[in-house]
């Protein structure tokens, strides 16, 4: 089967962007990579959104020196095996966009980017965010883009909330949503947020925050990042050799900034919004951070509701790591469900 090569990271910018809070960003960017053809009559675009500390790099290879901040070069997107010619999400049928969130590290606005204002990152003056506020810059995107419509928007874990928060905000501009490993509104005991705010500080390294020119604080990311890929069920030896690359390149205040935006998501009163939206509800019997029977739950009343939902659970041993780690399990379902759209 053809593989993706040579894609290439863009940037997308707008100016004086209003939050939900009511400040306002004086200079938005998202960084996002594309893949496949978009069709004379523009019809055919997926956007592809992520999880909580990945990138836009979803799919394929990038050119060499032509990768995103924080991507490493050569490295396979992690839907790969979901996204190509001939693959789940077809690039001979489909235009993807694939796009950094809002407040991430990995090259669109967030904490590590910088303050016009003052020349510097951000830091801890970041404002802060909703998946509201994601979700809004992203649709400013894909206008950019000349897109009418979306065939779907897709996504795992926080990009699984970014789905459903498109599909609330925009009724209608997509025909689907396939949200993976996720759910409807945040569990209440995903939570620590004050628990990784004091870990981050009592890094010798801190500094007040601004640790940017101070080393950065590594060692304590990486910690968190191990702890974290265990917990999502990813075996020691590679949860090391990942966590220490990842840590070199994060920012910590983006994991602050994006936890608690994940903390205030909730969809859960705004169903009938979703009535216009066909939904792909994947979820993975394993899972530590999505219960099973609070995912039932979910799926349950959705479609009391009146929601034309699809609900999966994938008999995975990977855990919350299941809709990309054992993509082939459910590829030929995500395959159907976009072929139904279209």
């Known amino acids: 089967m053809p593989e993706l090569n040579e894609i290439e990271s863009k940037t997308f910018s707008a100016r004086d962007f209003r939050l939900e809070s009511g400040k306002t960003l004086p200079v938005l960017e998202l960084a996002y990579e594309t893949y496949g053809t978009l069709s004379p009559a523009r019809d055919n675009a997926i956007l592809v959104v992520h999880g909580y500390t990945s990138s836009h790099h979803a799919a394929g290879k990038n050119a060499p020196g032509k990768q995103g901040r924080g991507v ?22 489909h235009f993807v966009v694939s ?56 996504g795992p874990s926080m990009g699984g909330f970014q789905s459903f928060q498109w599909a609330a905000s925009y009724p209608g501009f997509m025909k689907g949503i396939a949200a993976s490993v996720t759910a409807p509104r945040a569990p209440g005991r995903l939570g620590g947020l004050e628990a990784l705010q004091k870990r981050l500080a009592a890094d010798p390294n ?89 995912c039932a739950a979910h799926a349950l009343d959705m479609r009391k509701a009146g929601v034309d939902l699809t609900y999966v659970e994938m008999p995975s041993e990977k855990g919350h790591m299941a809709s990309h780690a054992d993509a082939a399990m459910w590829a030929p379902i995500l395959s159907a469900f976009l072929k139904q759209l279209t």
């Open 72 to 93: 490493l070069e050569g490295a396979a997107g992690w839907f790969d095996g979901l996204i190509g010619p001939g693959k789940a999400i077809d690039t001979d049928r």
């Open 99 to 154: 796009v950094n969130a809002l407040g991430s590290a990995h090259g669109s606005s967030g904490p590590n980017s910088t303050d016009p204002a003052t020349g510097k990152p951000y830091g801890p003056t970041f404002p802060e965010i909703t998946l509201r506020d994601m979700v809004a810059s992203q649709k400013l995107l894909i206008d950019s883009l000349g897109l009418k419509s979306l065939v779907a928007v897709v």
């Open 206 to 294: 801190w500094n007040g925050g601004w640790y940017y020119e101070n080393g950065g604080i590594p060692g304590t990311l990486e910690q968190i990042r191990y702890e974290t890929l265990l917990n999502y069920g990813q075996g020691e030896a590679e949860a090391k050799v990942a966590a220490k690359s990842w840590a070199k390149i994060y920012d910590g205040h983006s994991l602050v900034t994006l936890r608690r935006a994940i903390d205030g998501f909730d969809i859960t009163g705004q169903y009938d919004r979703l009535k216009q939206t066909k939904v792909l509800y994947v979820i993975s019997k394993t899972d530590k951070l999505f219960d099973l029977t609070d």
